[in-house]
């Protein structure tokens, strides 16, 4: 196996622990028929999404971070103390300063941490862990809490039946440390951005460039919106194309890699990616169905998850795929 040239002659960094969390109210595919002009059949079909989590009211991003974060420290055996460093991926931040990872410190009593939120979409989590996992290896950093939290039902205009079928609220963690062993861990990552599409996907107003106001608040400005269709191409042509350049890289296969955990952004995206890479859809770790779209959260609930019951076992090879608005694309593949 070769090694990231970057990350050769350093420490290598481990997933110590992981942990997640979902808002208590489930949003069925029937529920959302009754809000917009749309069919159970429709979105299993196109998307294979059948519910999704819905965050409460004041159930704010950072408490969902904070929730994933006790259960991954626990995961980890690692006091909130011993933590130094944490980076919380979100395009859906409790407020546009300070940032979420401030106020998860705060909430969960992380006091010698030093804070700060990336933002890559629906990448997020992939390039957190990218950057912090640098950290670790570097020797300047010896506990880590990477986070993916999202309360996108903030964003979506419930009346838009091609948008807010498709997303839903969450958040994941996971505690990284220096390998015991200093073998297993993190084996290499390939990272891609084109600014130039950068009006395909995203929340347009509330910055500078279109700032609050009463206009833009009466023409949605503050809602996501997407070109479903391009998304849709590009998403497969970016995570095919990363999931190869990381193994190349690294100097594996796909025939290497016990699981891949995508961004879980829908079914047909997932499924055509199978396809490319020439592999059979039971080795993606998949759990749309259940949550839907959840931006950065959709990464780390799915590895909790597959940590939890059983999918991962020590020496497994895992492969992190991911694309979003931006647009963003990246790869990572550890050694579990
Ligand atoms: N229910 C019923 N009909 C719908 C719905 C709905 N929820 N949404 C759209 N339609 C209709 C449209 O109005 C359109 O009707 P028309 O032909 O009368 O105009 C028709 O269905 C087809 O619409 P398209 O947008 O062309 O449908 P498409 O087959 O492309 O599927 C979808 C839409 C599911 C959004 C698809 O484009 C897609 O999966 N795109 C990827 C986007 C994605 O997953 N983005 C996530 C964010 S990026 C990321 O995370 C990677």
Redesign the pocket.
Known sequence: MAEDKQLSGIRKVVIAGTGSYLPEQILTNHD?AKI????DE??QT??GIRERRRAADGEVTSELAAHASRRALEAAGVTPEEVQLIVVATITPDMMFPSTSCIVQDRIGATNAFCFDLEA??SGFQYALDVAQRYIATGDVEIALVIGAEKLSTFLDWND???C???GDGAGAAVLRPADDGQRGFIGSVMGSDGSLAGL?GIPGGGTALPPSIESLQRGDHFLK?E??E??KQ?VRCMSDAAGRVLEKCGLTIADVKWIIP?Q??M??MTAIAERLDVPIERFYLNVHRYG?M?AA?VPVALDEAARDGSLESGDLVLFVV???GFTWGATVLEW
Do not use: K, P
Request: aromatic content about 12%; hydrophobic content about 50%.
């Open positions: 959302l917009v002009d749309t069919t429709w979105i196109r998307t979409a629906c039946r091609a948008t079928v498709l997303f996907l997407m479903g269709r998304v849709f998403a961004h952004a829908n047909r995206i779209n931006s959709s694309f979003g608005g």
